[in-house]
């Protein structure tokens, strides 16, 4: 039986108490899986992921990680804290997030140095991840003075370097030129492949049919819609339309108006 390392049973959370962002979602995410959550903007996928990094905790409901419950508490003892950090890496939309230090090298590094690991390992780490994501010659500047995606690939390689078990992506692709998403896309795919599993939140049809087995589509109302096999939910346009997952464009033919939906699912480089 496949080994579930993520068990979340009917979790709520809400923002300052009076926001809600999750009405009752509950789901297994199982070693080694691609799993997409899909959603609009405001249905909730930040949210999800940010509880599954032990980022933020539910207001009711409960969450598994690696068979403990994940709560302030357990996150407050140092050696579990310690294991989760180094078997889970969260790459946030917004990579200023996670790029503070004075070079990108040193971003790279920070992670899996403050977790102990030796620095000959780091070294190398840094080095092979540099040399396989095209930022080696950034490794002597500064993130702030980066395009927003070599600061994305930076952020990617921050959080593989501490070779987490499970990579959490929030919009990975967004505001990427074609190339650098296809690049992306392909470091998900290659670290799905070496056993990784794979949660990644968007609203880009684009690019769910590449990198997920499986979704789960948000709703409105903060819930999961649907789940299931990815082709499957994706040749559900009446499901895509509802959800607002589907492009409308307008166009002229003969001078008159025509509106219809696009899904958009072919990614070209």
Do not use: W
Not at 39 to 60: H, R, V
Not at 142 to 151: F, N, P
Not at 228 to 243: E, F, I, N, P
């Amino acid at each position: 039986m496949e080994e579930a390392i993520f068990k979340l049973n009917n979790v709520y959370f809400s923002y300052l108490g009076k926001y809600p962002a999750l009405c009752g979602v509950s789901m297994d995410i199982l070693k080694g899986q691609k799993i997409t959550i899909l959603g609009a903007n405001g249905s909730g996928k930040s949210t999800l992921l940010q509880l599954l990094d032990g980022l933020i905790f539910p207001d009711k409901g409960s969450i598994f990680a690696f068979d403990r419950q994940l709560n302030e508490e357990v996150l407050n003892d140092e050696a579990f804290s310690r294991k989760f950090r180094s078997k889970v890496g969260f790459v946030f939309q917004n990579p200023d997030v996670q790029l503070f230090c004075p070079t990108v090298e040193e971003d790279i590094s920070f992670g899996p140095l403050h977790l102990g690991v030796n620095l000959d390992v780091v070294k190398k780490r840094v080095n092979d991840l540099a040399d396989s994501l095209g930022i080696m010659s950034l490794l002597r500047r500064s993130a702030h003075q980066l395009s927003v995606g070599e600061k994305r690939k930076v952020a990617i390689a921050s959080t593989l370097a501490v070779d987490p078990e499970v990579l959490l992506l929030d919009e990975p692709t967004a505001g990427l030129d074609p190339q650098t998403a296809r690049h992306i896309i392909d470091i998900i795919i290659e670290a799905n492949a070496r056993g990784k599993t794979i949660i990644t939140a968007t609203h880009d049809l684009h690019i769910v049919e590449e990198i997920a087995d499986t979704i789960y589509i948000m709703s409105n109302e903060k819930k999961i819609a649907k789940s299931g096999a990815t082709q499957v939910l994706l040749a559900d346009l009446d499901l895509l339309k509802t959800h607002n997952l589907m492009h409308v464009h307008r166009h002229k033919h003969k001078d008159e108006a025509h509106i219809h939906s696009h899904q958009h699912l072919d990614h070209h480089t």
